[in-house]
């Protein structure tokens, strides 16, 4: 299946992306990059109560191909959005929310690390191992 | 294919190549790509490689058995050596060297060979040097001997002036010649100069030759210690025209020596190189110093190092950030932000090897782990480590994972303390007073919420809720926890450890809070209800119901600042029939509950004593936050404060007895009845919101039915005595009534589980 992680910053830059299989990391770019909107109008609808696990569900947004992208958002505004292939149904919504969370979770360990600056990349291996490995179980 | 004749080390040798390209564990044929990999490693020209394939057989068979993998080996060690690959010359070449290989292996062997791969390089300065994986010549079991160490000690002597330029190249990918042999012995070296990083940076160079010179009498007379994995040769960059030319009379050596020291040797050599199995391990010397230095900037040794000031003292190092970073991550093992003393010294020790030219591991290994002493979840990494709290004796508080409940009960002490950081929700100003009359008050509560728990088939999470129960009753102040906690036990099996965890940093909260903060959406509740209980300061004072708590899941269970007491009493929450009089009452002063002083409520209350078992519910309620408010005083005020509490305690006593006197311990059957009669079936907890609010209302009504309360009366000593035994009556009562309300409680939740089943089978219904 195709799965893709990435982590946006606040003015919406990409952190981190990563993706199963990787050639087609350019359409996701491009897929997480529209999805951005929905997740801006979700927060903003929000309100208070800012961190949240949301779903887009997209459908067929091509009629190639379809796939599902999540969205979750952080206190401090950092978007992660995960894409994963429609034909995954395997893939339930608290499986989904499980990875949200030790994404963020992996995400906060990276940041206690005095030597990442807020906005560099993401370079740390524990972050792309656990990514790794979370790839690795859905597909 | 002919027989093959194989030295002693060279045999040894083929068998660990041969394991190392197993990789399926057949023990009979290695796969190809391994064996491929082994001979681009060797670095022949392809063409070469293709022969000894063709020589030895594999590209007949198609795959490389142990004969033919032999005799492949063979024939790279004559390639290498420059002869013609010739199938004769297996045999005939006598004192062929082991086939050199240069290239990756993995990180693990890299430490192994790094350790062994001193030598000249040894001797030269290990800053950035000795690049990992190309770059190390691995010795094989096999080779050492005593003239070669003899020998190799001057070359490593001659070694230690060549530029040191040389093992700083990185990555060296030219292939040398260096023997292995004579990494071998210098293996042991590697062990020194990390042992001796002295105070400086830099200058290890120093260290070196006279390390080289101290390991290799180790070595000499000892085979090489057993290597721990399978290593490949490697060569390495150092010059070595030097050691080629004793090479040959070094073979010699080998043989012999390898021959006759090898038996005797072993076992003490296996005792030596043990000590080297564990490349990381912190000598004593190194541990004083990474002290020392830690002491330099963070003077308690059980302090904390913020990250910062180690930024900056391991930026000192010259190592570039993405390996510091990463040091980082290895070391700071509670992911706190901050390094403790074990910490420190695993990510110096990181440091030093680093800049010795150690690859730095992918995981903290076992000898650099910070000792976590009373962590639960010490060996947990990553996420479920213990998350200890910035003082270093929280190391007892459980990490913010545990989601045992034991660990609640534990950490409730803790709670206390911490009570003002879990702020998920509010601050609770309360501060937990050691007054005797608060510890009573709340053992009050808790024995009373423990009598209750037991009983009430609490559904959402029972024991979250008893966990709740307790803290809520005994502390007041744990609003906010016991809020946390509601919320958590509605959604989140994560929450109970974030209550846990209140002593802990601020990243077990983000990391549960987004749970916390999006529970799933309670029951349908209708709102005027909810808002009316929550506005009330029942919700304050028996948050320990989950039901009320489910209502009031958004609000915080802050304490309200104190209200002056408003005899007026506000606006109120309907009341139920039973208490007629009194509901009227109640109803006029609901929110008056906070009121302190509105013991004036009270003398009203006394009037309506008569009225029913509501009434003393509500009585206990009153009681139960009267004696909250007394707490609240008492804590945060002193005298004047208790002064009225007294006064209040007073009155209220009054009123308690009567009621005392008229009510069985479990009053459970009438008071729900009532409420029951007004319940509409779809609404199971408004009632008790209801019920609940009415009893504030009464409370806050008796409350502001006492308009002064002698203040100067609390100057008296006998006066002091008595509102401490009203107190304690009142202590008594509330606690009951709690036992009471978790009874009524546990009835409505059972009323809810019923309607819900039944919701749950007319669904199906509803989607034909």
Same mark, same amino acid.
């Given at each position: 299946t195709i799965v893709a992680y990435i982590l946006r910053a606040l003015q919406n830059y990409p952190l981190y992306i990563r993706s199963i299989p990787t050639e087609n990391e350019l359409k996701f770019h491009y897929t997480v990059h529209t999805s951005l909107d929905v997740v801006d109008e979700k927060i903003s609808a929000m309100g208070k109560a800012l961190v949240d696990q949301r779903e887009l569900y997209l459908g067929l947004l091509y009629p190639t191909e379809d796939y599902k992208v999540y969205g979750y958002v952080t206190n401090s505004k950092v978007k992660? %959005?995960? %894409?994963v292939d429609s034909s995954n149904t395997a893939l339930r919504d608290n499986e989904i929310r499980s990875m949200f969370r030790k994404l963020h979770n992996s995400y906060t360990d990276v940041m206690c690390n005095p030597f990442y600056n807020p906005g560099d990349c993401i370079n740390s291996r524990a972050f792309d191992s656990m990514v790794t490995s979370m790839m690795m179980q859905v597909c | 294919m002919e027989g093959l004749t194989l030295s002693e080390a060279e045999q040894r040798y083929y068998c660990d190549l041969f394991a190392y390209c197993d990789t399926e564990s057949t023990k009979k044929v290695a796969p190809n790509g391994r064996v491929l990999e082994l001979f681009r490693a060797a670095q022949l020209p392809s063409e070469v490689v293709l022969q000894i394939m063709e020589l030895c057989g594999a590209t007949r068979l198609g795959y490389f058995g142990r004969s033919q993998f032999y005799i492949a080996l063979k024939l790279v060690a004559v390639a290498q050596s420059g002869l013609p690959l010739r199938v004769e010359s297996l045999n005939t070449v006598k004192d062929l060297p082991l086939p050199r290989f240069?290239?990756?292996k993995n990180e693990q062997e890299l430490r192994h060979t790094a350790l062994y791969s001193s030598d000249a390089d040894n001797s030269t300065s290990y800053s950035g040097v000795i690049p990992p994986p190309p770059g190390r010549v691995q010795v094989k079991k096999g080779s050492v001997s005593h003239d070669a160490v003899q020998q190799r000690t001057s070359t490593d002597q001659q070694e230690s002036t060549s530029p040191v330029v040389s093992p700083q190249q990185s990555p060296p990918t030219s292939p040398h010649i260096w023997r292995k042999h004579h990494r071998h012995s210098s293996g042991g070296n590697n062990e020194r100069p990390i042992a001796g990083p002295g105070p400086l940076w830099t200058p290890f160079s120093e260290a070196q030759p006279g390390a080289s010179t101290t390991g290799d009498p180790i070595w000499s007379g000892h085979s090489p210690p057993p290597h721990q994995e399978n290593w490949v040769s490697f060569a390495d960059t150092p010059p070595t025209s030097a050691l080629l030319a004793m090479h040959p009379a070094s073979v010699?050596?080998?043989?012999?020596?390898?021959?006759?020291?090898?038996?005797?040797?072993?076992?003490?050599i296996r005792r030596q190189s043990s000590s080297y199995d564990d490349p990381w391990k912190i000598t004593d010397e190194q541990r004083q110093y990474y002290v020392n230095q830690f002491k330099t900037i963070q003077p308690d040794l059980n302090g904390f190092i913020p990250g910062s000031a180690a930024k900056e003292f391991f930026t000192k190092s010259k190592l570039p950030i993405l390996e510091l970073s990463h040091i980082w991550e290895l070391s700071d093992f509670d992911k706190d932000g901050a390094l403790t003393l074990d910490e420190f010294c695993a990510a110096f020790h990181l440091v030093v090897a680093r800049k010795n030219g150690y690859d730095l591991p992918e995981k903290l290994p076992e000898s650099l782990m910070p000792k976590l002493i009373d962590l639960e979840d010490t060996t947990e990494v990553g996420d479920q480590s213990g998350e200890v709290g910035y003082s270093s004796s929280p190391a007892e508080a459980p990490p913010s994972k545990s989601p045992s409940m034991p660990s609640l009960n534990q950490t409730w002490p803790e709670l206390n303390q911490s009570s003002e950081d879990t702020a998920i929700v509010h601050p609770v100003p309360i501060r937990m007073t050691p007054s005797k009359?608060?510890?009573?008050?709340?053992?009050?509560?808790r024995s009373g919420s423990d009598h209750a728990n037991p009983t009430s088939p609490l559904l959402v999470k029972p024991p979250d809720l008893s966990e709740d129960n307790k803290m809520s009753t005994s502390k007041f102040v744990a609003g906010n926890t016991v809020a946390d906690g509601y919320s958590?036990?509605?959604s989140y099996t994560s929450d109970p450890e974030q209550i846990g965890s209140t002593v802990t940093r601020q990243r077990s909260h983000s990391g549960t809070s987004p749970d916390n903060t999006a529970p799933p959406p309670p029951p349908p509740r209708p709102h005027p209800s909810h808002s009316r209980s929550s506005s009330l300061d029942m919700n304050r004072s028996f948050t320990v119901t989950p039901g009320q708590q489910q209502a009031g899941v958004a609000y915080p269970p802050a304490v309200p600042p104190r209200p002056q007491p408003t005899q007026g009493a506000g606006p109120h929450v309907h009341r139920p029939v039973d208490a007629e009089g009194l509901i009227a009452h109640t109803s006029t002063s609901p929110q008056q509950i906070p009121e302190q002083p509105n013991f004036a409520d009270f003398s009203q209350f006394e009037a309506l004593v008569a009225s029913g078992v509501n009434?003393?519910?509500?009585?206990?309620?009153?009681?139960?936050?009267e004696v909250l408010q007394v707490e609240k005083p008492s804590d945060s005020s002193g005298s004047l404060r208790v002064a009225k509490a007294e006064s209040r305690i007073e009155d209220k006593a009054a009123v308690n007895v009567p009621v005392n006197s008229g009510k069985g311990t479990t009053p459970l059957a009438p008071p729900p009845k009532p409420i029951r009669r007004r319940l509409k079936s779809e609404d199971e907890l408004r009632p008790e919101v209801e019920e609940h609010t009415q009893k504030t209302g009464v409370i806050a009504a008796v409350l502001a039915s006492q308009p002064s309360i002698p203040r100067s009366v609390g100057k008296d000593k006998k006066a002091i005595q008595a509102s401490i035994r009203r107190n304690k009556e009142t202590n008594t009562v509330l606690a009951r009534l709690n036992s009471e309300l978790q009874q009524q409680l546990k009835d409505v939740l059972?009323?809810?589980i019923s309607l819900e089943v039944q919701l749950e089978q007319l669904r199906p219904f509803s989607h034909l």
């Open positions: 992660f %959005v995960m %894409v | 240069v290239g990756p010699q050596d080998q043989t012999t020596v390898r021959t006759v020291a090898s038996a005797t040797t072993a076992n003490e009359i608060h510890m009573q008050e709340m053992e009050l509560k958590s036990s509605d009434e003393e519910e509500e009585e206990e309620i009153e009681t139960h936050s059972e009323e809810r």
